[in-house]
């Protein structure tokens, strides 16, 4: 049997660029090499790595449903509520 060259590609390995990318869409120096949190040189660094990765719980309902990333956590709060039969759905009181 011979193996697809392709087959044991790593899905969890991506380049951290490639040429066809888009520069404006790069953060940081495409010439540099991926940095870890510890080996980040500066104060300043480190700030713009926080406000990259994270990410604010909204205030409100208004502010969760407007953001994509909320609902689709919300969904998937609901399907495991399903998945693990954790509740009961019931008739709305009257």
Known sequence: DEVAD??????FLTPRW???????????NPSQSVRTRRQLESDAEMYMF??????TEPKN????????????????ELHQFDRL??????????
């Open 6 to 11: 392709d087959e044991f590609i790593n899905i």
């Open 18 to 28: 490639t040429k066809d990318h888009p520069l404006e869409q790069v953060i940081g």
């Open 50 to 55: 926080a406000l990259t990765v994270s990410q």
């Open 61 to 76: 309902i208004k502010e969760a449903m407007a953001n994509s990333a909320w609902i689709e956590s919300m969904h998937e």
């Open 85 to 94: 039969d954790v509740w009961e759905l019931v008739d709305r009181p009257l």
